[in-house]
């Protein structure tokens, strides 16, 4: 079983970055799409972003041009580069491999 631990998440201002990260173990990273999540409170889980074993990237239209996804093969770690946040993008983001999830890192914008 994969196990992925996500990092790089906190409370940054509009308009500022933040660069998440999703360390797995296993030997099955370079198998799966790892795709990118989130969710806040009382709505469903949204996806934001996705990136397969050969590189093709997938991203939702509300993060298009600000968000970038890429995976490091080698380190078998996802990221999720987030550009120009706005409070809209305060979520809980949780990467996703197979079927395997991890336990999130919060995101919190302030206007």
């Known amino acids: 079983q994969v196990q992925l631990v996500e990092s790089g998440g906190g409370l940054v201002q509009s308009g500022g970055s933040l660069r998440l990260s999703c360390a797995a173990s296993?030997?099955?990273?370079?198998?799966?799409?790892l795709g990118w999540y989130r969710q806040t409170p009382g709505k469903e889980r949204e996806f934001v972003a996705s990136?397969?074993?050969?590189?093709?990237?997938y991203y939702a239209d509300s993060v298009k041009g600000r968000f970038s996804i890429s995976r490091d093969t080698a380190n078998h770690t996802g990221y999720l580069q987030m550009n120009s946040l706005t409070p809209e993008d305060t979520a809980l983001y949780s990467c996703?491999?197979?079927?395997?999830w991890g336990q999130g890192t919060q995101v919190t914008v302030s206007s």
């Open positions: 990136i397969t074993w050969s590189g093709t990237t």
């Open positions: 996703n491999l197979g079927l395997n």
């Open positions: 296993g030997r099955t990273f370079n198998r799966y799409v």
